[in-house]
């Protein structure tokens, strides 16, 4: 009998066609970082380096039997969620998460593709602070993310501290306000743990337009290090130097926003400081 001792994760997101962000960034992430990865398809998209072309819902009952699958057989040791589409598929990703135990929780608020597109519809983003943060251990909201997860715009860093907290008090135990959107030389993501701890990480911007699936990759890559054991702040500080790692060294495909590198090796230069 299989004791499942080898490190699994799953990713509760939507597939990119172009292999740059959701299921497929995050799978490829797993990968490097030595867990086992696994994948709960919630909508499919048809996208590349220059935008999404369409979207499609996979029907909640199908997202069900997936859950129903994964947890009839694998012993996951984290999760995350990405892409979810709706409220209806909020309503049945937060219902089955509920039902299984697949560990700490990453939920990556994801609305809105670099280019514009729609991820989630609007009207989701209610169920998402009421139902879905509650159960989530980290919760990795972009500026214009977390700027609709508070209801107020992010234009100073005590604004951006404020807005931790008070997503915090949402019920996610960590938070996390990435800084990617800000325009200046550096690129400084607010951390707010559950143990009051508050601090920056801090790394050299890089001038470059390949940056699609940066979020996904950041927190595919915290939930394998939670999956593997590694305490909340290490696996965040592990997140920030895989990223940081996959922007700087850059490959080339398609025409548009290119993806990042995930074969990329943990860049270490990241300050880390304090509030
Ligand atoms: N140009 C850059 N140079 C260095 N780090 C970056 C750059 N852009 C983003 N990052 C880092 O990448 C991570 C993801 O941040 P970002 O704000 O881009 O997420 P996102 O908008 O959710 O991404 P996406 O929607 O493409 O998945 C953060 O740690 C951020 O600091
Ligand atoms: C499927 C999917 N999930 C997330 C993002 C955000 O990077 C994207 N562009 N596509």
């Known amino acids: 009998m299989s004791i499942n001792s080898t490190p699994q994760v799953v990713s509760i997101a939507g597939s990119d066609s172009g292999g740059g962000a959701g299921l497929q960034a995050d799978l490829k992430t797993f990968q490097n970082r030595t867990v086992f990865g696994m994948t709960i398809v919630v909508?499919?998209?048809?996208?590349?380096?220059?935008?999404?072309?369409?979207?499609?819902?996979?029907?909640?009952?199908?997202?069900?039997?997936?859950?129903?699958?994964?947890?009839?057989?694998?012993?996951?040791?984290?999760?995350?969620?990405?892409m979810l589409f709706d409220k209806e598929h909020v309503k049945c990703v937060v219902d089955n998460l509920k039902a299984v135990d697949f560990g700490p929780l990453v939920v990556d608020p994801v609305m809105?593709?670099?280019?514009?597109?729609?991820?989630?519809?609007?009207?989701?983003?209610?169920?998402?602070?009421?139902?879905?943060?509650?159960?989530?251990?980290?919760?990795?909201?972009?500026?214009p993310e977390a700027e609709v997860?508070?209801?107020?715009?992010?234009?100073?860093d005590l604004e951006i501290m404020q807005a931790a907290q008070d997503?915090?008090?949402?019920?996610?135990?960590?938070?996390?306000?990435?800084?990617?959107?800000?325009?200046?030389s550096q690129s400084r993501d607010?951390?707010?743990?559950?143990?009051?701890?508050?601090y920056w990480l801090v790394s050299e911007r890089l001038e470059t337009v390949k940056t699609h699936g940066t979020g996904d990759t950041f927190s595919a890559c915290i939930a394998a290090e939670l999956?593997?054991?590694?305490?909340?702040?290490?696996?965040?500080?592990?997140?920030?130097q895989f990223i940081q790692g996959a922007i700087s060294n850059a490959i080339d495909v398609g025409h548009g926003h290119g993806p990042t590198n995930h074969w990329a090796q943990l860049e270490e230069t990241i300050s880390v400081i304090e509030e």
């Open 167 to 184: 997503i915090q008090s949402l019920g996610v135990k960590n938070v996390i306000i990435k800084g990617g959107h800000l325009l200046e």
């Open 190 to 198: 607010y951390i707010l743990l559950e143990s009051g701890e508050r």
């Open 227 to 240: 999956a593997k054991g590694q305490p909340i702040k290490e696996a965040i500080l592990t997140g920030k």
């Open 43 to 82: 909508a499919l998209t048809a996208q590349n380096t220059l935008g999404v072309q369409g979207s499609y819902p996979i029907p909640t009952a199908f997202v069900e039997e997936q859950f129903k699958s994964l947890a009839a057989d694998f012993k996951i040791g984290a999760a995350k969620t990405g």
């Open 112 to 143: 809105i593709a670099k280019g514009g597109h729609t991820l989630l519809d609007t009207d989701a983003i209610d169920l998402i602070k009421t139902d879905l943060l509650p159960i989530a251990y980290v919760v990795t909201p972009n500026i």
């Open 149 to 156: 997860l508070v209801g107020y715009p992010l234009t100073n």
